[in-house]
């Protein structure tokens, strides 16, 4: 059973930097891709960062473009976001999600509350 966990959220100022990460277990697919989504209170979910698992190949979303930076460790099976220069529009819960190319099948961790604020 995949099983995705994130850790690193927490409290930051305006300015700020903050690296969560997200451990994945239970699979030994080969075909996915690893994004990071993100939801504010009121606002749909929205796609913040995505990594391939086979070239590296990274994409954001235009409102973290130059301040976030996705990266993957497969030996340990984890992805990274370091979040740096936030802003109080960051404040969200973020969402891990690990999706199959071969299927399209999602899978998604607990979350982790990102609250950017002086």
């Known amino acids: 059973q995949v099983q995705l966990v994130e850790s690193g959220g927490g409290l930051v100022q305006p300015g700020g930097s903050l690296r969560l990460s997200c451990a994945a277990s239970?699979?030994?697919?080969?075909?996915?891709?690893m994004n990071w989504y993100r939801q504010a209170p009121g606002k749909e979910r929205e796609l913040v960062a995505t990594i391939t698992r086979t070239n590296g190949r990274t994409d954001y979303g235009e409102s973290v473009k130059g301040r976030f930076t996705i990266s993957r460790d497969n030996a340990k099976n984890t992805v990274y976001l370091q979040m740096n220069s936030l802003k109080p529009e960051d404040t969200a819960v973020y969402y891990c999600n690990l999706r199959r190319l071969d299927t399209g099948i999602d899978y998604w961790g607990q979350g982790t509350q990102v609250t950017v604020s002086s």
């Open positions: 239970g699979f030994i697919y080969m075909s996915y891709v």
